[in-house]
C-alpha cells in the first residue's frame, strides 16, 4: 500500500482547476493574433538565392561600436531565436547597448539546393555577407557572433580570413565534436551519412528535429505540454508560447552535400580537434587563428555540452581569449531574463572595448 498521503478533495479540486486552464487556454490560443518570426525592426540590405542580409534598426537612434557586427546563426534553425519577443531579444539587447547588428537569414533549401557545400556556405555566401558591410561601412575588417553550427562556420571563417574580421565572438559553440557526455556525437557516430543523402538529397528539417527533441523526450515532449495549460492560461503568455512553439517546429532541410560534410568532418572524424579539415582548397588550422575570440558557453547545454567549448582556448593561436559561462541551457541563452541582463552586456562591453 502507498504511503504517500493524499486526500480526495484536493485531487478533485486539481482536476477542476486544471480543467478552468484548459479551457481559458484554448481560448486564449483561437484569439491569438498571427505569430510573427522575430520582433526587432530590420532592413533586407542583401539577396542571394535563398539568402537574406538584414540590418537592424538601432534601438537608441546612436550606434556607439561603429565596427558593425554580423552574426552568424545555425542551418539547422531560425535565426529568429536571437529576436524571440520584444523582452527577450539578444539582438535588442545588442542593440540597445549601442551595436550595428546585421544578422544572416539562411532560408529554406530546396532540392536546387542539394549540391551546396560548406565551401559554398563560408567561402561563398558569408563571404560575400562580410565584404557587403564591410564596404557599406567603409571598414576593412568587422565583428562575427556565430551562434552554435554557425559558430562553427564563423571559427573557419575567421581563420581563413582574418583580414576580414576584427572580432569573434562564439556562443553555445561545438569544437570538441566527442567529449564523453555529447549524446547527440554518440547517436551519430556509427550513422552511414553517406548512404543518407545518396538516398534522400536533402535531409528533412523534420527528421533533424525529432532527433533534437529525443535528446530530452520527457522534458521536450511530455513535460512541457502539461505545463502549457497552466502558462496559456494566461493571455499575456501565449503569444511567447506560440513564438516558441513555432521556432521549434519551423526546421528547414539540409542541403545534403553540406549536411556530409558536416556530420563526417566534424561529428564523426573531429576535425577541429584532431586537424585536417578543408573548406573547398583551404585547410584550417585552428592555431592561425589570432583574432581576439569571446567564448560563451551554456553549463546545462544538452545539445552543446560546456566541454564541448572549452577547449577552445587549446586549439587557437589567440592571446586574447576571453570565456563567459552562463548558468542555463543551450535556449536559456538567447531568451532567460537571466542572459538579457548578463550575458548581452558582457558581449557588447567586450567588443566595445576592442572596436576601437
Same mark, same amino acid.
Given at each position: 500500500?502507498?504511503? *504517500?498521503?493524499? !486526500?480526495?478533495?484536493?485531487? #478533485?479540486?486539481?482536476?477542476?482547476?486544471?480543467?478552468?486552464?484548459?479551457?481559458?487556454?484554448?481560448?486564449?490560443?483561437?484569439?491569438?493574433?498571427?505569430? &510573427?518570426?522575430?520582433?526587432?525592426?530590420?532592413?533586407?540590405? %542583401?539577396?542571394?538565392?535563398?539568402?537574406?542580409?538584414?540590418?537592424?534598426?538601432?534601438?537608441?537612434?546612436?550606434?556607439?561600436?561603429?565596427?558593425?557586427?554580423?552574426?552568424?546563426? $545555425?542551418? #539547422?534553425?531560425?535565426? %529568429?531565436?536571437?529576436?524571440?519577443?520584444?523582452? !527577450?531579444?539578444?539582438? /535588442?539587447?545588442?542593440?540597445?547597448?549601442?551595436?550595428?547588428?546585421?544578422?544572416?537569414?539562411?532560408?529554406?533549401?530546396?532540392?536546387?539546393?542539394? =549540391?551546396?557545400?560548406?565551401?559554398?556556405? *563560408?567561402?561563398? =555566401?558569408?563571404?560575400?555577407?562580410?565584404?557587403?558591410?564591410?564596404? !557599406?561601412?567603409?571598414?576593412? !575588417?568587422?565583428?562575427?557572433?556565430?551562434?552554435?553550427?554557425?559558430?562553427?562556420?564563423?571559427?573557419?571563417?575567421?581563420?581563413?580570413?582574418?583580414?576580414?574580421?576584427?572580432?569573434?565572438?562564439?556562443?553555445?559553440?561545438?569544437?570538441d565534436?566527442?567529449?564523453?557526455?555529447?549524446?547527440?556525437?554518440?547517436?551519430?557516430?556509427?550513422?552511414?551519412?553517406?548512404?543518407?543523402v545518396?538516398?534522400?538529397?536533402?535531409?528533412?528539417?523534420?527528421?533533424l528535429?525529432?532527433?533534437?527533441?529525443? +535528446?530530452?523526450?520527457?522534458q521536450l515532449?511530455?513535460?512541457?505540454?502539461? &505545463?502549457?495549460?497552466?502558462?496559456?492560461?494566461?493571455?499575456?503568455?501565449?503569444?511567447?508560447?506560440?513564438?516558441?512553439?513555432?521556432?521549434?517546429?519551423?526546421?528547414?532541410?539540409? $542541403?545534403?552535400?553540406a549536411? /556530409?560534410?558536416?556530420?563526417?568532418?566534424? %561529428?564523426?572524424?573531429?576535425?577541429?580537434?584532431e586537424?585536417? +579539415?578543408?573548406?573547398?582548397?583551404?585547410?584550417v588550422?585552428?592555431?592561425?587563428?589570432?583574432?581576439?575570440?569571446l567564448? *560563451?558557453? $551554456?553549463?546545462?547545454?544538452?545539445l552543446?555540452?560546456?566541454a564541448?567549448?572549452?577547449?577552445?582556448?587549446?586549439? *587557437?593561436?589567440?592571446?586574447? =581569449?576571453?570565456?563567459?559561462?552562463?548558468?542555463?541551457?543551450?535556449?536559456?541563452? =538567447?531568451? &532567460?531574463?537571466?542572459?538579457?541582463?548578463?550575458?548581452?552586456?558582457?558581449?557588447?562591453?567586450?567588443?566595445?572595448?576592442?572596436?576601437?
Open positions: 500500500m502507498s504511503n *504517500i498521503p493524499f !486526500r480526495s478533495d484536493q485531487v #478533485v479540486e486539481e482536476l477542476v482547476q486544471f480543467n478552468k486552464n484548459l479551457s481559458k487556454g484554448v481560448k486564449n490560443l483561437l484569439d491569438a493574433e498571427e505569430i &510573427s518570426a522575430g520582433v526587432t525592426p530590420r532592413e533586407e540590405i %542583401y539577396a542571394e538565392d535563398k539568402l537574406k542580409l538584414y540590418r537592424y534598426q538601432p534601438s537608441t537612434g546612436v550606434v556607439q561600436n561603429k565596427i558593425p557586427t554580423l552574426i552568424v546563426y $545555425a542551418l #539547422v534553425n531560425r535565426p %529568429y531565436m536571437a529576436d524571440i519577443q520584444e523582452n !527577450r531579444s539578444t539582438i /535588442r539587447g545588442l542593440l540597445d547597448t549601442g551595436q550595428d547588428v546585421y544578422l544572416i537569414d539562411w532560408g529554406y533549401p530546396d532540392r536546387a539546393d542539394k =549540391y551546396l557545400t560548406l565551401d559554398d556556405y *563560408i567561402n561563398g =555566401y558569408l563571404d560575400r555577407c562580410v565584404d557587403i558591410i564591410r564596404e !557599406r561601412h567603409g571598414v576593412d !575588417r568587422i565583428n562575427i557572433l556565430g551562434i552554435c553550427q554557425g559558430g562553427v562556420f564563423s571559427l573557419c571563417y575567421t581563420t581563413l580570413h582574418q583580414d576580414k574580421v576584427k572580432n569573434l565572438v562564439t556562443m553555445v559553440t561545438p569544437v565534436c566527442k567529449t564523453p557526455d555529447n549524446m547527440l556525437s554518440h547517436w551519430v557516430q556509427q550513422m552511414d551519412i553517406d548512404a543518407i545518396d538516398a534522400m538529397g536533402n535531409l528533412p528539417g523534420e527528421m528535429n525529432w532527433t533534437f527533441l529525443n +535528446l530530452k523526450p520527457f515532449m511530455g513535460q512541457k505540454y502539461v &505545463s502549457m495549460v497552466d502558462i496559456i492560461s494566461d493571455e499575456k503568455n501565449v503569444k511567447n508560447f506560440m513564438r516558441m512553439e513555432k521556432w521549434i517546429f519551423d526546421s528547414p532541410d539540409q $542541403a545534403g552535400e549536411f /556530409r560534410q558536416f556530420i563526417k568532418d566534424f %561529428y564523426q572524424q573531429n576535425k577541429l580537434v586537424g585536417g +579539415l578543408k573548406i573547398g582548397e583551404h585547410e588550422d585552428l592555431k592561425q587563428l589570432k583574432t581576439p575570440v567564448n *560563451i558557453f $551554456a553549463e546545462q547545454d544538452h552543446v555540452p560546456p564541448s567549448s572549452k577547449i577552445l582556448p587549446k586549439l *587557437i593561436g589567440s592571446k586574447d =581569449y576571453t570565456e563567459l559561462s552562463f548558468p542555463g541551457g543551450h535556449i536559456g541563452i =538567447y531568451v &532567460s531574463g537571466k542572459a538579457q541582463s548578463t550575458v548581452t552586456p558582457a558581449i557588447s562591453d567586450w567588443l566595445n572595448a576592442r572596436s576601437k
